[in-house]
């Protein structure tokens, strides 16, 4: 017993001892070594964020000495890892250090986007599909095969963690109800134009996201007989009485009634006018007439066929010295291009434009009188040829397509036939197209391409 207490008391007095002699070496250090102090301690910042240094203070027998501490080190806040700073001072050739540690990490969360938005509707008795999802992280970049998606009752949960442990969730609730009315689809227009006595089908589709059980009604009816607007109202009904409607305008028109617009297109075909302004009136679904000359591939004339424009003659060469030189010379020339149509289409075309129209004044160049002769013998020969009433600015006017767009939608108007002259040639004349046949749609035109039955228009003859 007497041992063992003897043990204790040395080992007491011996860990008081060190504690005593530790402190007091403090209090020297304190009293006669400079002293630095960091106001924080380390520090962690965020990749490419920028580094603030949070301050230090030194003192040597009780003065303040800060602005004689140096630091050292560097921190590059691009690159992740571990960078010491070092502040050190020396004073009284008694030097002090202390480091500080920053640690670059990345803090970023990954962006996880979903292609839903908002609740999840799915279909009465259909199974739960995640939705689509996309996740990016500013360093493992890609991380859409990371995302884990977790059902839990009524609820959905898509969360992504990229390498350094940063998560990102979305929560959504899901519904199990039928939301959306069935899609009406027509096979025409919203807006659709019928020549009189040609046939009319109403075709239309119905397609519903969650059932095939639609109801269709149809009211209203198109009297093809009769010129005048007509109206249909489609209703589709699905299973879950979700009802959607719409509404078809049909106009059934005679041929070359008043406000009808025939837009023509002179001097083509050509690559890069022509095909786009092709593509334009298929989009818009509305026909026009194609006076060609022997310029340009043959495809885009039998585009110009096929799609159920008119393809009229215009002059194979377009040269008024020549095809105004003489009768002979100009029946010449347009059979060279009646040939090139009918070889490409297999069509008889009969239908004209004279270059320059039938009222040319150049043509005296080149024969007094050969235009009173020209617009005689053509009717002789089975042609019908067509001047216009509206002028596009095409010609040599303009070079912008909203001047063109501005004279033809100015002229256009309901009390006669609208035959518009336009060249398939000219890129501002493609551009202006949509909007000049926007503006006839919204204000009640109808658009159709010339054919023989079209009553001819014709300017004065002047030579
Ligand atoms: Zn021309």
Redesign the pocket.
Known sequence: MEKTGGSKFILIFSLLSVLLIFSICIIIDNIFYPRITLFKDDIVINLNSEYNEPGYKASYKGKDITDNVIVTGNINPTKLGVYKLNYSIIEDSKSKKVTRKVYVKDLTKPKLKLFDNGDIYICPDQEFITSKYKAYDNIDKDITDKVKVIKKGAFVTYSVMDSSFNKTEITKRIHYKDIEGPNIKLESDDNSYILVNSNYNDKYTTVDNCTKNVKTKVSGKVDTTTPGEYKIKYTAIDEYKNKTTREKKITVFEKGQNGTVYLTF??GPNIGTTDKILDILKEEKIKATFFVTNRGPDYLIKREYDEGHTVGL?TAT?DYSYVYSSVENYFKDLESVHDRVYRITGYDTRIIRF??GSDNTISRRYKLGIMSELTKEVINRGYKYYDWNILSGDAGETTESSVVYQMVTQKLSKDRVNIVLM?DIKPYTRDALRDIIKYGKANGYIFDSLDINNEMLTHRVNN
């Open positions: 002179d001097d215009h377009h270059p320059g060249h």
